[in-house]
Nanobody, 117 residues
Framework: VQLQASGGGLVQAGGSLRLSCVAS????????VAWFRQAPGKEREFVAS???????TYADSARGRFTMSRDNAKKTAYLQMNSLESDDTAVYYC????????????WGQGTQVTVSS
């Protein structure tokens, strides 16, 4: 599976962005997909995930502002981000398919999100 993340950019605080993660390969529809982010000088952190059946989970920082969805026909997962804050500034990575150790096996290249205050 190869993942291509896109949709990042520069936005003012309070604005919105929608990130996309396009996958190649046959297993996308049966895979969990997640978004992580890494801000400068900080460790990578979980943002949101969605199961193969469409059940989503969010970090506390994302809940209520971000919505994750997927379109299996397009092999694409989305992260709609609303009410963006300066603390959301980071490189966002999508990941797919969890192994038996609970780790995501495949990662996209990242897309930069910058929120100006």
């Amino acid at each position: 599976v190869q993942l291509q993340a896109s949709g990042g950019g520069l936005v003012q605080a309070g604005g919105s962005l929608r990130l996309s993660c396009v996958a190649s390969g046959r297993t996308f529809s049966s895979s969990s997909v997640a978004w992580f982010r890494q801000a400068p000088g900080k460790e990578r952190e979980f943002v949101a995930s969605i199961s193969w059946s469409g059940s989503s989970t969010y970090a506390d920082s994302a809940r209520g502002r971000f919505t994750m969805s997927r379109d299996n026909a397009k092999k694409t997962a989305y992260l709609q981000m609303n009410s963006l804050e300066s603390d959301d500034t980071a490189v966002y990575y999508c990941a797919a398919q969890i192994n038996i150790r609970g780790e995501y096996m495949y990662w996209g290249q990242g897309t930069q999100v910058t929120v100006s205050s």
